[in-house]
C-alpha cells in the first residue's frame, strides 16, 4: 500500500457518490490531524471515563504526540480530525491491516484499510450524532482513501459501536484475541455501505 494514500491534500480523491450525499451531515468535514494543534485536545478526550475502550486512557500529553507521530510516519496508516461546524469533533484513524496485529486473524487484500474513529464529547445531544460521524468516517475511507473494504476490531464489550457498525453495514466474523482486548473482526465492502444508507441492509447482530 503506497504511503501517500493516507495524504488526503494530493487530490484526485473519488468523488462521493451523488445518491450518499443527502445522507452525509452537512456541517461536518474531516481535515488531517495536526500534531501541533490536536494533541491536547485529543489526549483531554482519551483520559475522559467514556473513552475506555480506546485504550489511551493511561497516556500523559507527550505518549500520545508520540503514538500519533509514529503512525503518520509509519507509512502504514494515516490519522485526520472530523469537524461538526468548523469545530474538532471526531477523531478516524485508518492503517493497513496487513502491518497490524488484527492482519494476522484474515488474508488482508491490498484495497482493504483498518479503521478506528472516537467521538468527542458534545457540548449538548445531538440526535444520531454518532451515526452521522461514522456515515462520514465510512464516506471518507472508501472515497477518499480510496478503501474497497473496511476493516475493524472493536473490543466485544463495546455494545454501542456494534450497533453502529451493524447500521452502516458490517458484517460480524469472529471474536479474535489482540495485544490489548478481545475485538470483534467485522468488515463492510462499499456495496455494503451504499445499501445501508438506503435502508435494505440487514446483518444480524454479533451474539
Not at 458484517?171 to 489482540?178: F, M, N, P, S, W
Not at 455494503?192 to 454479533?206: T, V
Request: aromatic content about 12%.
Amino acid at each position: 500500500m503506497q504511503a501517500d494514500r493516507w495524504d488526503i491534500t494530493r487530490g484526485g480523491a473519488e468523488p462521493i457518490p451523488a445518491a450518499l450525499r443527502p445522507s452525509l451531515h452537512p456541517a461536518m468535514t474531516i481535515r488531517a490531524l495536526s500534531l501541533d494543534h490536536d494533541i491536547g485536545l485529543l489526549h483531554r478526550w482519551f483520559t475522559m471515563d467514556y473513552a475506555r475502550f480506546w485504550n489511551m486512557q493511561d497516556l500523559t500529553l507527550d505518549e500520545t504526540r508520540r503514538f500519533y507521530a509514529d503512525l503518520l510516519a509509519s507509512g502504514h496508516g494515516g490519522a485526520y480530525m472530523g469537524l461538526c461546524e468548523g469545530a474538532p469533533a471526531f477523531l478516524i484513524e485508518c492503517y493497513d491491516p496487513a502491518h497490524e496485529p488484527v492482519g494476522t486473524h484474515f488474508a488482508p487484500r491490498a484495497s482493504d484499510i483498518g479503521m478506528h474513529f472516537f467521538v468527542g464529547p458534545p457540548a449538548a445531544p445531538i440526535r444520531h450524532f454518532t451515526r452521522d460521524v461514522l456515515r462520514h468516517v465510512m464516506a471518507h475511507t472508501f472515497y477518499t482513501l480510496g478503501a474497497q473494504r473496511v476493516v475493524v476490531e472493536p473490543d466485544a464489550r463495546n455494545d454501542k459501536v456494534h450497533a453502529l457498525n451493524h447500521a452502516v453495514g458490517f458484517a460480524y466474523d469472529r471474536q479474535i484475541t489482540l495485544p490489548q482486548k478481545t475485538a470483534w473482526l467485522a468488515f463492510c465492502t462499499r456495496p455494503d455501505f451504499e445499501r445501508s444508507i438506503r435502508g435494505d441492509f440487514i446483518h444480524e447482530r454479533p451474539a
